[in-house]
């Protein structure tokens, strides 16, 4: 009697594949994200270099603004937040869809920055909770790219622990590169 064989096709042979439904959901939600763009100071400059042809973040599926809270998953605060706005981000991000998700977009929304003062709120997370920050003065498209990534692997993972972009080696140099593009000083590496 000859020797009988069992073959297990995986989906992929048969034309589908399984999965978990929480791993489609979140699959989804990462290429479907619907941002509310909260946009204050001189980092504006960047996030529309961000928005535009060169760098595009339709490529991510996170290119389609809602300016009305409801319709958002994706807040993206964008610049320095003074404690007369705070209130205002505070009720933006209360009206927004569950789940969703916050991105600081530079060093102002991320701590503040340079202005240690009454005025100003030093950081975005003493208001509402933050996923990412992405450091710079202002970041670079290439950090923002690094960090709506680093979003997409967060909510892919089901993960809310905070997270902050790291900067980049330059692939041409083999340096390290700051998020604003310069060379680091030695204290800093
Ligand atoms: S981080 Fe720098 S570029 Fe961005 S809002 Fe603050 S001062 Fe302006």
């Known amino acids: 009697m ?8 995986d989906g992929s ?15 989804a939600q990462k ?3 619907f941002q509310y763009p909260f946009v204050t100071a ?5 996030f529309m270099s961000f928005a535009g042809p060169r760098f595009d973040m339709a490529r991510f599926g996170a290119e389609a603004p809602r300016f009305s809270p409801r319709q958002s998953d994706l807040l993206w605060v964008v610049g320095t937040i003074s404690q007369r706005q705070a209130p205002v981000l505070r009720r933006v991000y209360e009206q927004m869809c569950d789940p969703k998700w916050v991105l600081a977009f530079g060093t102002c929304a991320s701590c503040g920055g340079f202005y240690d003062n009454y005025a100003t709120v030093p950081g975005i997370d003493k208001i509402i909770p933050v996923d990412v920050y992405i450091p710079g003065c ?8 690094d960090g709506l990534l680093l979003l997409q692997d967060k909510i ?3 993960s809310r622990e905070p997270a902050v972009v790291k900067p980049r080696i330059d692939p041409q140099q083999g340096q390290l590169v700051t998020l ?8 800093e590496l």
């Open 138 to 145: 202002p970041p670079r498209p290439e950090a923002v790219i």
């Open 31 to 33: 290429y479907s994200l």
């Open 13 to 27: 042979e048969q034309g589908f594949a399984t999965t978990k439904f929480g791993d489609l959901l979140r699959w």
């Open 42 to 46: 001189c980092c504006g400059m960047e």
């Open 2 to 9: 000859g020797t009988v064989t069992t073959k297990v096709l």
């Open 156 to 158: 892919a993972s089901g």
């Open 180 to 187: 604003t593009g310069r060379r680091p000083e030695a204290n």
